[in-house]
């Protein structure tokens, strides 16, 4: 299924926690469609108002800082911060899509944003910048990486355009999403209670909630294609809207494929067609996640409430109401991490010195994007220039954030809140030398073959030993079916991580019940469901550990590049003057078996 985006309509979708200057154009939806008739009255208060494309034919698009640097702890990594590293984004590109263009000229960018499609600028778009990279023209709205370079595109060929651009930056940002379930729409009156789903079908949950579908295809493709390109997405911000009845006559907007008047949209009362529940599930908050945010290749950003506590404490975390929650209908691990999304205070495009204060996942994901550019520079500053593969990068992310929610990874926080300054600290330790001496090792880009490939660690028992594997897994060649919840799996390449013990014990990656989306995660199985997976040994008692990566059915193409983050154990061979230093070492030598 291709998407299908009328630019007149794109616009009309409000919601709560997007951003400020939101609100009800003056266009309405059946305008926007062609509905020049006046609404047909089909008798017990149901009312057809046009024929039009069903929703999932219309994929309609909406858009969905101080404190911000402080509660990723990118402000650890800037100028003046506590790391010493005075990075800033320098030599990094961000590409950024939006409904439209960011304001190039305003005070805060300095020359450094380009605009490609001729369209014009909006506030939206210039928060989003502003809050990866203005420069602190006024301090309170400095972004997360204030060199950074920016190219702005608008959204209607995202993912043909980032194939395109994959050799000019390394980082995306997409703060939007399709619309899905409940939302409010203008259809000629005013705002209406709209459900974006078929009626006629679905009574409780959009299906396309946690579905991955030709959208998220098409992304992971171009994401496999391209495999140093990190692309970071706001989560949405679906977790429970709901009906409102907003007209105040219990009615609200919908498309039933099967109406009195045939196929269409049709405003419908209550009485007769019941208001589906809130979104999230059937209104229990999991589940709310679009198709492009469940791709497998991206990073995927919920949005949490100020954080400035250093360091963090995962007890004081806490998501946003609005923020989607995963799972995934195949049960993977989404949103990946969070960010800030809470009262950003950034640029907008009202004048060259406009400020605003917006909230939404819109502006948690360039807290992360922001905060990533910091990270990229930094790699590049140890490791002679090199550009990190995206795989590396979002697995870096993943393997230092904050644990929140419940312990382990969850469908709420993902992996944890960004910390960008225990990322850096795992760059810094990784290059260490003699590599003896190193606090972190980190594989960027290894091959898999089909052959074991084995490490062999040493802890002393005193720090948690962890390790991190990601890879950008291919875009599978059939999709799941339509409905509601079809938990076929998605993943091409299963690999598989895992380690054994010095009394043969085998610890096993982190693993949820997608059935039971609160319940927390558990270590007793292998994971065949996501294409990152962990393993922490909380207590390991002294000795030797092998860490293990193989797979599990036919891997496609023969080979399954990947990336491994690893710490808490010291190289082979050790010495003993190591094992006191108390950090965070890591990796032995490895081999093929």
Sequence with gaps: MRRVILASLVVLVSAQWVSADEGVPAISAAEALGFSSPPIDCGDGTWFLGAGPPPSQLNIRHTTNVNAADTTNADQLRSGGGLGLSLSGQGVTVGIWDGNAVLATHQEFGGRVTVIDAVGAADHATHVAGTIGAAGVVANAKGMAPSVSIRSREWTNDTAEMAADASLIQISNHSYSFTRGWTVMNWGSGSEDTWYADRSVYSTE????????????????????????????????????????????????????????????????????????????????????????????????????????????????????FSSYGPTDDGRIKPDVVGNGNSLYSSVASSDSSYASYSGTSMAAPNVTGSIALLVEHYRNKNSG????????????????????????????????????????????????????????????????????????????????????????????????????????????????????????????????????????????????????????????????????????????????????????????????????????????????
Aim: net charge negative; charged share 15%.
């Design 206 to 321: 959009d299906p396309y909630f946690g579905k991955y579908d030709s959208n998220s295809q098409a992304l992971d493709q171009v994401l496999h294609d391209n495999p140093r390109l990190l692309s970071v997405w706001a989560a949405s911000n679906d977790r429970g809207d709901a009906y409102q009845n907003l007209r105040g006559n219990n009615t609200y907007v919908t498309y039933l494929s099967g109406g009195p008047s045939g196929s269409g949209w049709y405003r419908v009362p209550t009485t007769s067609y019941p208001a589906p529940p809130s979104d999230g599930n059937g209104g229990t908050g999991y589940d709310c996640l679009p198709q492009e945010q469940v791709a497998k290749n991206n990073l995927t950003v919920g949005s949490v409430l100020d954080h400035t506590v250093d360091p963090h404490n995962p007890a004081t975390i806490t998501t946003n109401s």
């Design 386 to 593: 090199t550009t990190p593969n995206s795989a590396t990068l979002k697995g870096l992310v993943i393997h230092s954030a904050t644990d929140a929610g419940n312990t382990g990874p969850d469908y709420a926080y993902g992996w944890g809140l960004m910390n960008a300054a225990g990322a850096a600290a795992c760059i810094t330790g990784a290059v260490v030398n003699p590599p003896s001496a190193r606090l972190a090792w980190i594989f960027d880009g290894e091959t898999y073959d089909g052959t074991a490939w084995i490490l062999n660690l040493l802890s002393d028992g005193t720090n948690p030993l962890k390790a991190t594997i990601a890879w950008t897994d291919p875009a599978p060649t059939t999709l799941p079916g339509s409905g509601v919840d079809d938990a076929t799996s998605v993943l091409v390449n299963d690999l598989d991580l895992w380690i054994i013990g010095p009394d043969s014990t085998v610890y096993y990656p982190w693993t949820l019940d997608p059935a039971n989306p609160s319940n927390p995660a558990v270590r007793t199985q292998a994971n065949h469901i996501d294409n990152v997976e962990q393993v922490l040994i909380d207590s390991p008692g002294a000795g030797w550990y092998s860490l293990r990566v193989a797979h599990t059915g036919t891997i496609t193409g023969g080979t399954q590049d990947f990336s491994l983050l690893a710490t808490g154990a010291v190289p082979e061979p050790a010495t003993m003057g190591l094992l006191v230093l108390g950090g965070l070492a890591l990796l032995a030598r490895r081999r093929r078996k």
